[in-house]
């Protein structure tokens, strides 16, 4: 798996891909690869395509969900007119796809302090 600070959209899926495998029947996780193919494409469209961790990452994490349940409420059954099974596999893998990026790109540690600007070193608050 890909440790990074900031990751690519098709790196996370497989890396989801990857998590899910066992669970997942050859079928099932055949479908899920579909979808996930599709949903990186709208994501691409809609200028998504890598996921920061930790806090910086909170707001494109807010605006990839919100992206995913638009992909199955108006992409997958208005634009594409997907059939009825494709529409519940993609339903499926979105909801199991968001609550793992939740905790995949949120529980991760922020860069180290190094990468950041250094904080003013003089009178903290609490000594003031």
Do not use: C
């Not at 990751?7 to 891909?17: K, V």
């Not at 979105?94 to 990026?101: A, E, G, K, V």
């Amino acid at each position: 798996m890909t440790d990074l600070s900031a990751i690519a959209i098709s790196q996370m899926f497989d890396d989801f891909l990857e998590a899910k495998s066992d669970g997942l029947t050859r079928r099932t996780a055949r479908k899920y690869a579909e979808v996930l193919a599709l949903l990186e494409e709208f994501l691409e469209d809609h200028g998504i395509t890598a996921i920061e961790r930790g806090s910086q990452g909170a707001s494109v994490l807010r605006d990839t969900l919100e992206l995913i349940e638009e992909f199955n409420d108006e992409y997958l059954v208005r634009t594409i007119d997907a059939e009825r099974d494709f529409l519940r596999v993609a339903s499926a893998a979105s909801r199991d796809l968001s609550r793992w990026l939740k905790v995949r790109t949120l529980k991760n540690p922020t860069p180290p302090a190094t990468s950041r600007t250094p904080a003013d070193p003089g009178v903290s608050r609490a000594q003031a």
